[in-house]
């Protein structure tokens, strides 16, 4: 009996511990799918937790108790007012300086009737598509929606949205079956064929999927993956990133040579492609889906064997580059590459002169979003990233867009930074 009540004590400070940690991150992009009711339960539970602190606890444990339950009741409460606050906040945001910080956000969507007012005041640059807005619709349904969201920015004067999707071929196909399903473009290297016939197959490859894509409305594709691979199998807690699986080759020169072939297909029929996931993944073993990662290759390495098809293919194309949320701290430590103003501007804009579109991976990915949002956001723009990528929770674009605005009024926001080439590149890009 005695230790059956140390089990339930234990088990219900357990649970008191657990409520609280959910309380603190509440609307975590890991519980997305329980969003429409994440709240109700949790506050259900807490008053369950507060009428059992009340009942059984005993002695100087019942305040303890009770106040663990009060505080965690009480975090869950101000954390949901202040995403109503960030939310409504920005949906009642309007001129220059909204429009400027706005330009700055790709954002993914269930219902595009909840961007019609965002695109139409200006506070987002663009717009992610991905295989939630394609199931179960027509081509010519996500064609029109598109256009929809375009006429929209047409009528107010802004310039069009960007409009971005996922469509490497293989298993991340995102349009697809609306856009015909690729292999990979590792899949060209199987025929052994030599040098230029491979490199015409790969601009035959990026161009059929870039007439594709044109047709729908597409205007930026994240894609190729020019990752180096590694041969070894993914780490047991890789459950996205699997880049052996979406890479080209082992070898820089082969990899550049069809990416670069690819991304000139691509833009044939008006589409760019992105090139992806600078510092390069082949070193790291963690999913930064859900983890915190550090590249731990030397640098000197990198640079003479990873970094090759990112700085080749940019050189002689409109490729962007998105970057990774991976720590590399052989030249920051303190930050992940993807808000790391020392290697934005001392190695992608100084050392290698790439004066293209840069983008951050999505920012609720854990590897940055665990970091915190706002810090992520700031970081971003003050290291001169052009885009910052909100998909898989799009509902953060409001946090996001909110601290963005903060930073501006409190004087923490660079804005000789996202005045100096931000707005040229993004305006070039349109």
Known sequence: MRLLRVIASASGWLAL?????????????????????????????????????????????????????????????????????????????????????????????????????????????GI??????????????????????????????????????????????????LVERQPTLASLLDADLPDDELAQRARAYGAQQGRALAALGITLNFSPVVDLRTGRAPGRWDLHTRIDERAISTDPAVTAQVALAYELGLESAGVRGTLKHFPGLAGVTEDTHHFAAELRTPVARLAAHDWKPFQDVSKHSDAAIMLGHVILAELDAGYPVSFSRKIVQRVIRGEWGYQGLLVTDDLTMGAAYNRGLCDATVHALNAGVDLLLIAFDHDKYFDAMHCAQQAARQGTLDFRMLERGNARRLQSFR
């Open 17 to 125: 511990a657990t409520l609280w940690f959910w309380a603190w991150h509440l609307k975590d992009p890991h519980l997305l799918f329980m969003r429409a009711w994440e709240v109700p339960l949790l506050l259900a539970m807490l008053v369950a937790a507060v009428m059992v602190a009340w009942r059984l606890a005993r002695g100087r444990l019942r305040p303890v108790a009770l106040g663990l339950a009060f505080a965690a009741l009480l975090t869950t409460l101000c954390n949901e007012a202040a995403s109503h606050w960030h939310r409504a906040e920005v949906n009642s945001s309007e001129g220059p300086l909204a429009q400027a910080l706005g330009a700055h956000f790709i954002v993914g969507y269930d219902d595009a009737g909840n961007l019609r007012e965002l695109a139409r005041k200006g506070l987002i640059g």
């Open 128 to 177: 992610f598509v991905t295989g939630r807005n394609v199931r179960g619709r027509t081509a010519d349904e996500l064609r029109d929606e598109i256009a929809g969201l375009q006429a929209l920015r047409r009528s107010a004067g802004l310039p069009p949205l960007i409009v971005a999707t996922d469509q490497e071929g293989g298993a991340v196909s995102r349009l697809s079956p």
